[in-house]
């Protein structure tokens, strides 16, 4: 049972623009959202998170947004670096449990 | 300043064999999780261990999987009789503590391989 689902599987777009990673989750007792990078060969690393009590949480160019109604989060970067370049992962908490969606990879384009 | 340290990188197993892979949290941390990751796939959850306790091995394998967290020396997690459906990615992570929604620092995962 898939509790969290990132439908695209990669996105292409153009340095300077604003990329865009959706992220959708089927269990309303989740407390807490993380998005987490990922780069070949490495392990993800955290990037910013978002309580369910919230709507949106900002760092730097990173902003997430939560949508309760439609189950919905998604993670905005604005403007795109080629550095962005990675695996994108969004992860649904409750208690001790972690829930994973299956990434989505994001190429930024010179 | 060492982040979570994983050995080994790549491990090589045939079928039969005993896998065991080991994961040193981040200074600090007292709170580790083991996840795998299958081609194509996400990481999913397989156990929460704190110092000599498992909290939490509800995505675990039933048999030929267990995890430790002894109180000196890494977390390890050990695969008996492996078989080719456990060539996989396997991550750990940590945290200093296990308040819902602190952050895990990931290591750089296990690739095991089942020829």
């Known amino acids: 049972d898939q509790q969290v689902k990132q439908n695209s599987p990669s996105l292409s777009v153009q340095e300077g623009r604003i990329s865009i990673l959706n992220c959708d989750y089927t269990?309303?007792?989740?407390?807490?959202f993380l998005w987490y990078k990922k780069y070949p060969a490495e392990g993800p690393t955290f990037l910013i998170s978002?309580?369910?009590?919230?709507d949106k949480n900002e760092d730097g160019r990173f902003t997430v947004f939560l949508n309760k109604s439609a189950k919905h989060l998604s993670l905005h970067i604005v403007p795109s670096q080629p550095g962005d370049s990675a695996v994108y992962f969004c992860?649904?908490?409750?208690?001790?449990?972690?829930?994973f969606g299956t990434g989505t990879s994001l190429t930024v384009i010179p | 300043n060492a982040g979570v340290m994983q050995n080994p990188r790549h491990l090589v197993r045939r079928r039969g064999q005993e896998a065991r892979l080991r994961c040193s949290p981040m200074?600090?941390?007292?709170?580790v999780y083991w996840y795998r990751q299958l081609p194509e796939e996400g990481l999913k959850f397989m156990v929460y261990?704190?110092?000599?306790?498992?909290?939490?091995e509800s995505g675990m394998p039933k048999e030929r999987f267990s995890a430790e967290f002894p109180k000196e020396g890494p977390s390890i997690l050990r695969i008996q009789q492996v078989v080719r459906g456990d060539s996989a990615a396997y991550f750990c992570?940590?945290?200093?503590?296990?308040?819902?929604?602190?952050?895990?620092?990931f290591g750089d995962g296990t690739r095991l391989s089942i020829l």
């Open positions: 992860a649904g908490n409750t208690g001790n449990q972690f829930y």
């Open positions: 261990l704190q110092k000599e306790n498992i909290i939490d």
């Open positions: 200074k600090g941390h007292s709170h």
């Open positions: 992570a940590s945290s200093p503590r296990g308040a819902v929604g602190q952050p895990q620092h």
């Open positions: 978002i309580s369910s009590i919230k």
């Open positions: 269990n309303s007792m989740f407390d807490y």
